[in-house]
């Protein structure tokens, strides 16, 4: 993934795979975060597993996306029992590491959690304005939110315009960098004698009847491996586009930077990752003019710096979206299946929270059968 | 044949009609909700069995989005 | 609300009064509770192109078994431009109402009112039901009226803005003005903008933002219904006139004094 433009997806190979008989292997159909952190857990609690990837393992939404863990900064007005889950999730990424950590023992780099916190920053007065309305919010619920004067934010984060006009600190807020977790996932995963089938395509129906466990990990993809999915609870891809940038020894972020219009991250591997889009184009994944554009304006409106770094890679991934934009994680109407669909943005923040229940619910772990699988849309009480 | 689809000159095989480029390029004509212009002019659905395509043709087919 | 109060617009009658956008939901789902709570059976869509790779389109499928569809030209710059969105709109949605949007510049959205009038004039004369977003300027209504437009949509504020209403004593002598329906499109930002553009004699709202981006879209959705319910009702019941000084709403006979 150096060239600018992304390499075409290889060419998907139909296996032979329909009439093969798993014999009480769990079966998990997508080889993104969410299914390769539920495949290694249960890979690591004994299981006999194989992920099936249509593409190149790890290489779809979960390669493309930033590694924010930012709940703290993604709260939506509607969404504080979800915000809670993300929470639940951020917390359970330590016991992550460590457990991957032990299991790679050494022969690989797990990544390391970075506590950097976010800088929301407001630089119009409509910017201060949306900030107001959503410290109000945070405070109200009880979340920790910091008010940042111009001259404040610009301490904490010296490389910000001299036009930041206030900034929330949203203190809690974390980032991982989601390459080589995915990587170190997938490597954990075969190490403790998983199977993983790449390139390779498969319905839910040609595996429930003979998997011990079939669950449904296919991002965007989702629709294809299953018609429960599409007439129950379809799954649309929504096309994020996202630049890297490379860093310079002058250019060092000490937190993740958002304003109202998008973010700039300084990854650990040196990359800036500047984001994002939300489109609704279906399987599209070009690179366009006036996304890029809108997102070098933003970053350079914030970090005037980041003019003069080197562009690394155009990309754009395919967020899986539920109509109400809450992931499925749980029980499906078929009993041994099981889907983890629908995470939408938080991919790489729910991976923790997702692998422990799945894998908690496949082992009927008694605790477990009060896992709700969806998340319902919920008005906050004032 | 060369068709300017949505802007981009490419190559396509040959197709004698709007139909016939629809289901070239996996689009399900009977589907509703699209409509399709070739050279700017807008060409009605009962008109995109006979309508001949050219070498060179510009067609764009847009159909309805989220919008205020 | 009283019988058959029915807001007739073209060729159709509706019983609400409120017409929705469809954008800039938190999502799907809460858009669809958006609309439905609000009551409208109306609501706007773009026409944009066709992404070979978008085989289908869940959330449109979704909006079009339930509302009627009226699609925008919204980003047409030219009457040129709008005029072949509206017969694109025509013949992908099979409706020949069409919400007129010229725009002068991006920074405002403010319409462009030479292109408009050109563009509403053409599409009247193609057979349109051409319902124009338009300054609340008295004149540029009446015009519009005047080439046959089924409808005057003057903004209140900047689309967006949700800045209320700029120029009430616009909306007023643009009432006076025009017989053909009035409907406030872009500027509401509160349950109370909607009455006050009731109560001022609009027929209608045509909204989104002040929905759409509100911490709670589906109770805004119920506010908004009732706020045009209540002003559409405050304007036909006829108010009070203002006085400066007090009417006792008392008798003033029979008071118990203290000796």
Redesign the interface.
């Known amino acids: 993934m150096n060239a600018i433009i992304p390499t075409p997806e290889p060419t998907e190979r139909t296996a032979p795979l329909a009439d093969r008989n798993w014999s009480g292997r769990h079966v998990i159909i997508g080889g993104g975060i969410i299914g390769l952190s539920i495949g290694w857990q249960l890979a690591r609690r004994g299981h006999a597993v194989t992920i099936i990837e249509k593409g190149a393992v790890g290489q779809g939404a979960s390669w493309v996306a930033a590694g924010m863990l930012a709940p703290y900064a993604e709260i939506?007005?509607?969404e504080v029992e979800f915000f809670r889950m993300c929470r639940e999730s951020l917390d359970l990424y330590p016991r992550l590491l460590e457990e991957l950590t032990a299991d790679v023992a050494g022969s690989f780099e797990v990544p390391m959690l970075d506590s950097c916190g976010t800088l929301l920053v407001a630089m119009t007065a409509d910017d201060e304005a949306y900030l107001k309305?959503f410290h109000d919010?945070q405070l109200r619920i009880g979340l920790r939110s910091t008010k940042l004067s111009s001259a404040e934010a610009r301490e904490q984060e010296p490389l910000l315009s001299p036009r930041t006009k206030s900034a929330l600190f949203l203190e809690a807020d974390k980032q991982i960098n989601n390459r080589t977790l995915v990587l170190a996932l997938a490597q954990a995963f075969t190490k403790l004698g998983g199977e993983l089938l790449e390139h390779t395509t498969i319905d839910v129906q040609n595996v429930e009847s003979t998997a011990a466990a079939v669950i449904l990990a296919a991002g965007a993809h989702a629709n294809a491996a299953s018609s429960d999915v599409r007439e129950s609870n379809?799954i649309?891809p929504v096309k994020g586009q996202i630049i890297m940038l490379r860093s310079t020894e002058h250019f060092q972020l000490r937190h993740m930077i958002r304003s109202p219009r998008g973010y700039i991250l300084h990854k650990d591997d040196g990359r800036v990752a500047v984001g994002a889009t939300a489109e609704?184009?279906?399987?599209?994944t070009s690179s366009t003019a006036g996304a890029v554009f809108d997102m070098l304006r933003n970053a350079y409106e914030i970090l005037p710096m980041t003019y003069e770094l080197e562009i690394t890679e155009l990309c754009a991934g395919l967020r899986p979206?539920?109509?109400?934009?809450l992931p499925e994680i749980g029980y499906s109407a078929h009993g041994n299946v099981y889907n983890a669909i629908g995470h939408y943005r938080h991919g790489i923040l729910l991976a923790p929270y997702t692998a422990y229940h799945i894998a908690d619910l496949v082992e009927k772990h008694p605790h477990a059968s009060h896992v709700l699988h969806k998340v319902q849309?919920s008005?906050?009480k004032k | 044949m060369r068709i300017r689809l949505a802007g981009e000159l490419r190559e396509f095989d040959e197709a004698h009609s709007i139909n016939a480029f629809l289901s070239l390029i996996n689009i399900d004509a009977t589907k509703n909700g699209i409509a399709i212009a070739r050279n700017g002019v807008v060409i009605p659905k009962a008109k995109w069995q006979t309508e001949p395509l050219a070498d060179g043709d510009s067609i764009e087919i847009v159909r309805a989005s989220q919008g205020g | 609300m009283t019988m058959a109060d029915l807001f007739r617009l073209g060729d159709k009658e509706f019983t609400s009064r409120l017409i929705l956008g469809t954008a800039r939901y938190p999502n799907p789902q809460v858009m669809m509770d958006s609309l439905r709570a609000s009551g409208t059976e109306l609501v706007t869509v773009a026409i944009r192109r066709f992404n070979l790779k978008e085989k289908s389109n869940d959330v449109l499928d979704w909006i079009k078994n339930e509302f009627a569809l009226l699609p925008n030209t919204a980003g047409c710059y030219t009457a040129k431009e709008a005029i072949f969105t509206a017969e694109l709109a025509r013949e992908a949605l099979e409706t020949n109402w069409i919400k007129l949007e010229v725009i002068g510049d991006d920074e405002t959205l403010m319409p462009d009112v030479v292109e408009l009038l050109k563009g509403a004039e053409e599409l009247v004369r193609l057979g349109f039901t051409v319902l124009p977003y338009c300054n609340d300027d008295p004149i540029t209504c009446r015009k519009l009226a005047d080439i046959g437009c089924a409808a005057v949509m003057p903004l209140a504020a900047p689309i967006g803005s949700g800045a209320g209403i700029r120029n009430p004593f616009n909306i007023q002598i643009i009432r006076e003005l025009v017989t053909i329906p009035v409907i406030i499109d872009a500027g509401i930002g509160t349950a109370s903008d909607a009455a006050l553009a009731m109560e001022l004699g609009a027929d209608a709202i045509l909204l989104n933002t002040a929905i759409s981006r509100a911490e709670h879209p589906v109770m805004m959705a119920n506010a908004m219904r009732h706020g045009v319910e209540a002003g559409r009702l405050a304007y036909l019941a006829g108010r009070i006139p203002e006085t400066l000084f007090a009417e006792r709403s008392s008798p003033s006979e029979g008071i118990v004094r203290l000796a």
């Not at chain 1, 979206?321 to 934009?325: E, F, K």
Request: proline content about 10%.
């Open positions: 939506g007005f509607e309305r919010f379809p649309r609704e184009k279906g399987f599209d979206a539920t109509r109400s934009h849309p008005l906050h």
